[in-house]
């Protein structure tokens, strides 16, 4: 946790925003929640939060509500005393306990039972609890960081989480903005992910990204956000010889050729032609002048169905190779996958 203390980046007004709300939060003695998309650095301004406050020095405790189940969740948090259930032996210490005078980060609290709800309920407001299993009450001094990507606002609404819980937690918000919304970010991100993976390859020189992949990486909507950015990153200095600037940004590391589905995968694989062949069978481009089907027809039926040709003509020649097919159709590689996607010309996507 040492380590992450500094390692907040970014420089978009948005992000900062966030930052200074943190230091702001950080002086005064209340729950906070941080909320944001997966991967947008909850648990690095958790621990921010934490290390500029009074109690930098006692114990940063985390917990993930999403890690256990609902049973386990309340004896990780509370403790319980021993015998307090069939195999309880020995006496647990909760996390509340082991984070007295210092801060306990929950995430993922969207998760938890009512049991649970009501617990942390009485802790915030009394500083008080018990062990499960037990009945001697508990003074607790423990500063709530408690994170989330639901809505839990609406959860409160639908009843799904307690309302009053909400109140006491979110004395105030930090909403971490997504990666899609603070672009400007994305380059020094990168440049930053690349250069820690170039030194811990034991390289010393990173040669960059070209025009293209600089591109690729801001086009993208990131909805893994910094961690999947950080992934991308990593995948592309490892994959490039030292010396090489980066020219192709790989997003997603299931993608193979092998994902392309059902009846069409098995007759593309058995079926792959020479460029000519494709082009005279299948496809009324490229052969001359186009020509229109007979009419009437169905519109839209008619497009999708010259799409989906044309991209299943265009992965053949490629040899189901996704950039080159792109570069075959003058299209994005992200274009292309939006199509592939759309046409449902990948599996389990
Ligand atoms: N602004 C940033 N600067 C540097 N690294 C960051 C930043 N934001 C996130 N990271 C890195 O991205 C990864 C994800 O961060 P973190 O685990 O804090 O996200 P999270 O919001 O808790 O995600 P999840 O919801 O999936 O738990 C970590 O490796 C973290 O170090
Ligand atoms: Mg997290």
Known sequence: MEQQRDNLIGEALSFLEAIEKVSLLATINRP??????????????????????????????????????????????????????????????????????????????????????EKLLRVIEYGEMERVGGNKTINIDVRIIAA???????????????????????????????????????PILAEHFALSMTKELGRDFFAGFDKNAAKDLLDYHWPGNVRELKNVIERAIYKTPSDEPITTIDIDPFDSPYQLSGE??????????SESSVKAENTPINTGKFQPPALPLDFKETITSFEVDLIQNAMKQAHFNQKKCAELLGLTYHQLRGYLKKYQLLNNK
């Not at 082991?98 to 709800?117: K, M, P, R, Y």
């Open 148 to 186: 989330t990507n639901e809505n839990l606002p609406e959860m409160a609404k639908q009843n799904k989480f307690r309302a009053d819980l909400l109140d006491r937690l979110a004395f105030d918000v930090i909403t971490i903005p997504p990666l899609r919304d603070r672009k400007t970010d994305i």
């Open 32 to 117: 906070v929640l941080i909320v944001g998309e997966r991967g947008t650095g909850k648990e690095l301004f958790a621990a921010r939060l934490h290390y500029l406050s009074s109690r930098w020095d006692q114990a940063f405790v985390k917990l993930n509500c999403a890690a256990i189940n609902e049973n386990l969740l309340e004896t990780e948090l509370f403790g319980h005393e021993s015998g307090a259930f069939t195999g309880a032996n020995k006496k647990h210490i909760g996390r509340f306990e082991l984070a007295h005078t210092g801060s306990l980060f929950i995430d993922e609290l969207g998760n938890s039972s009512a049991a649970v709800q």
């Open 264 to 273: 069409r995968t098995t007759q593309q694989d058995s079926d792959i032609k």
